[in-house]
């Protein structure tokens, strides 16, 4: 006999010898105390999170929970709802744990990806009950949700490996870092390079290396130039030891479940020209 056929046993047993009327006004209801939420599966553009339950049965005979609905609402605003029907048993005078577990899509929770860039958290709040025994034990948290960090793409230094009056060969040393606790694939990099505000390269590099959780890779682009095109103020920036520069661009990210996704990114600041 499975445990929930006992439970009912003793509820039937107890119903035919007292009745239902007697039986019901002497349960206490049942209660459910919030344990913590974690993040599962964490990724750049999605995650789950599970929420966890610690339901408590005060009465001396095991209960059984049969039913549980929720809602849970990112930004204020209802972002996912549902229900679980697969059958908990509460043990007599004891408490078992319920895991609530809800797929979060962060460009559908945010409005789009431009938002992770401006925000580390957003508030949570999910709702519901659990159906124990014919009765409704309600719960509800709320908090706040950390999110994942965009990747940083800079560049770190120019190498300048042949230079003459018709052109130059360069290497463009950049590096994308990772700030999240889980590692990235990036499928490329559509990027545009400004030296002393002159649009110097662009192009997309696809041979990005997996980026590790907490650290950084390290992209080296071969580049030439060709000073007819780029006039002859060019060769003379690349005779400085340093230049303002502009990047820009595009991260490209592809995923099984949604495709392809890009994330923009813009950075400025000096870099030195290494010979």
């Known amino acids: 006999m499975t445990i929930k056929n006992a439970v009912w046993m003793i509820w039937i047993s107890l119903a035919l010898t007292v009745g239902c009327s007697a039986i019901m006004p002497h349960l206490k209801a049942p209660s459910a105390d919030f344990k913590n939420m974690e993040i599962q599966d964490m990724g750049l553009f999605d995650s789950t999170l599970v929420f966890t339950y610690e ?13 549980l609905n929720y809602r849970l609402f990112l930004n204020d605003q209802e972002f996912a709802a549902g229900n679980l029907d697969e059958g908990i048993s509460l043990p007599p005078s004891g408490s078992a744990p319920v895991e609530i577990p809800v797929s979060v899509n962060y460009q559908k929770a945010l409005g789009s990806l431009a938002e992770l860039s401006q925000k580390t958290t957003v508030p949570y709040r999910i709702a519901g009950t659990f159906g124990i025994m014919g009765m409704e034990v309600p719960f509800q948290t ?19 490996e042949n230079l003459s009056w018709q052109g130059a060969d360069l290497k463009l040393v950049m590096e994308v870092a990772n700030p999240n606790s889980f590692a990235l694939d990036m499928a490329g990099l559509n990027y545009g390079v400004k030296l002393g505000g002159r649009r110097l390269a662009e192009g997309i590099y696809e041979n990005i290396p997996s980026l590790p959780a907490n650290g950084a890779s390290t992209i080296d682009i071969p580049l030439s130039v060709d000073f007819m095109k780029l006039g002859r103020s060019a060769y003379s920036l690349l005779k400085e030891n340093e230049s303002r520069y502009e990047l820009e661009g595009e991260m490209i990210f592809n995923l099984s479940k949604m495709g392809e996704k890009r994330l923009p990114f813009y950075k400025r600041g000096q870099i030195p020209l290494v010979r």
């Open 55 to 67: 339901l408590r049965n005060p009465n001396p005979v095991g209960a059984y929970l049969n039913r």
């Open 142 to 160: 709320q908090g706040d949700l950390d999110l994942p960090s965009l990747p940083k793409v800079a560049l770190k230094k120019l190498d300048i």
